[in-house]
């Protein structure tokens, strides 16, 4: 009883925290190239905001972050899980590409040696070179030994945690008892989420003045399902325990996002940051209560709704308000972006796209970049509105643009462009290495098995994804 009412009032005293306050103004130099900041949401299924199409959920500030800016409907990860798409994003190459293709599992069960080659630099690393201060608070999960953990990576401020996932709130879990500091142990926060959107908060304050680079990647709204009163108690009405936590850890969420927002433009940066707002991964339906409507399948899956992922790029005065983008792009296409907006020279060697001009210039339409997946038995390719797949030995081809939902398999109404499209990624698939670790699930299910899971949900029969995907290992 006594912890839930301290719960409860720290929980409002932070929500009244998040109260617009004056900040003094920034000491800038005129000709200071722009903050970066890059928020990222753990398996926040495609349409589980408001402007994505939700009903039940409640996302005012990240709904208003898309109001202000451009959002990208056609936008992907690089991975349908969560650490092979961060080591994307924080290196703008394909995570393949170096041999970063599964999850890692906890840190003991881990290979030592698993993390970001040492000799590719992450956009953190580059982004100091030019003179940027470099913050990152969250989670981490590309990395365990010292020389790949975040201030080894190039970040000056850090705090979070390395691993996969963390509870919300203390618990006696080990996990759950520590958070990190730089490379110091403090005690659990009383709320993740909340203590989040606090450090990014100060980590802007502290920063006004000289260009920043903040990469806030969040646990929420990952498992496992736990909130705190004042989130809870907005769902009272909501009859299904599950469904309300989620719903309260999306609205914790939401909260943090308008608060990291309201940071900047307080601030009197708005003009002056580039924000990018995106998810490491489509949502685990079955396990939270995510959505990824109207896409088909979840997390761990290449079909749309596990590596489609809601996104919104706002830089005022910069990029249109407003605007909706069907222009593909993918997570490792940020550090492109950033690098452009910071003055680093282009590396050819990187997978990149700059897609800021197209935004500027509001080239709003289908475009014809393709893109290549590979998970394992898993392999996808996407150019213009077709969307080639195959799991295993079966393979289908979509129409996204009258289909985006991929119920119809027309590889057979189509052969030329299933043919060309899977040439396309045996080329690429033919340069990459093999995965350097195993996948954390590989005793899981056979590639029938997998198979036969995508093609239920394709013709809309029941499932069950949870054996085959996880097998009791770590999600």
Not at 350 to 360: A, E, G, T
Request: proline share 8%.
């Amino acid at each position: 009883m006594i912890r839930t009412a301290r719960l409860r009032l720290l929980g409002a005293s932070l929500l009244a925290a998040s109260a617009v306050t004056p900040v003094a103004a920034s000491a800038r130099p005129a000709a200071a190239p722009p903050n970066i900041i890059v928020i990222l949401a753990d398996d926040l299924g495609y349409g589980d905001l408001g402007v994505q199409g939700g009903k039940d959920v409640r996302t005012p500030r990240i709904d208003g972050l898309a109001r202000q800016g451009v959002r990208m409907t056609q936008f992907y990860s690089s991975a349908p899980v969560c650490g092979p798409s961060r080591a994307a994003l924080m290196t703008g190459r394909q995570q393949n590409r170096f041999g970063f293709e599964n999850n890692m599992g906890a840190e003991q069960r881990t290979d030592p040696t698993a993390g970001l080659p040492r000799d590719l630099p992450t956009i953190a690393e580059r982004l100091r070179e030019r003179g940027y201060a470099t913050g990152m608070i969250g989670k981490w999960h590309i990395g365990f030994t010292a020389p790949n953990t975040p201030v080894a990576r190039g970040f000056d401020y850090f705090y979070g945690f390395l691993d996969g996932a963390i509870g919300y709130i203390p618990t006696d879990t080990p996990a759950d008892r520590f958070m990190l500091r730089g490379t110091q142990t403090v005690p659990h926060p009383a709320h993740t989420t909340d203590t989040f959107a606090d450090e990014a908060v100060g980590f802007v304050r502290q920063n006004r003045d000289k260009p920043f680079f903040l990469y806030v990647p969040f646990n929420a709204v990952h498992a496992p399902l736990q909130s705190i009163t004042p989130y809870l108690d907005q769902f009272r009405h909501v009859s299904d325990p599950k469904r309300r936590t989620y719903l309260a850890m999306l609205s914790a969420f939401d909260s943090a996002v308008g608060r990291i927002v309201d940071a900047v433009d307080q601030a009197g940066l708005g003009r002056d940051t580039l924000i990018v707002f995106t998810s490491d991964n489509g949502g685990p339906t079955w396990q939270t209560t995510s959505s990824n409507g109207p896409l088909n399948g979840v997390k761990a899956l290449l079909l749309e709704g596990g590596i489609r992922v809601p996104t919104i790029v706002r830089w005022t005065g910069q990029l249109p308000a407003g605007q909706v983008s069907r222009r593909v792009g993918v997570g490792h296409d940020i550090p492109c972006m950033a690098m452009a907006v910071a003055g680093v020279p282009a590396d050819p060697t990187l997978d990149c796209v700059n897609l800021l001009p197209d935004l500027k210039a509001r080239r709003t339409g289908f475009s014809d970049r393709p893109l290549y997946w590979r998970s394992n038995i898993q392999g996808a390719a996407r150019q213009g509105q077709w969307k080639w797949l195959r799991v295993a030995n079966q393979s289908y081809l979509f129409n996204l643009a009258t289909d985006p939902g991929e119920r119809r398999n027309l590889a057979g109404r189509n052969p030329q462009v299933a043919q060309r499209l899977q040439q396309q990624w045996e080329a690429w698939n033919a340069t990459l290495p093999a995965p350097r670790w195993a996948p954390l699930n590989r005793s899981a299910g056979s590639a029938e098995a997998l198979r036969d899971l995508v093609d239920n949900y394709v013709h809309g029969r029941p499932v069950n994804p949870r054996p085959l995907l996880y097998g009791g290992g770590p999600e």
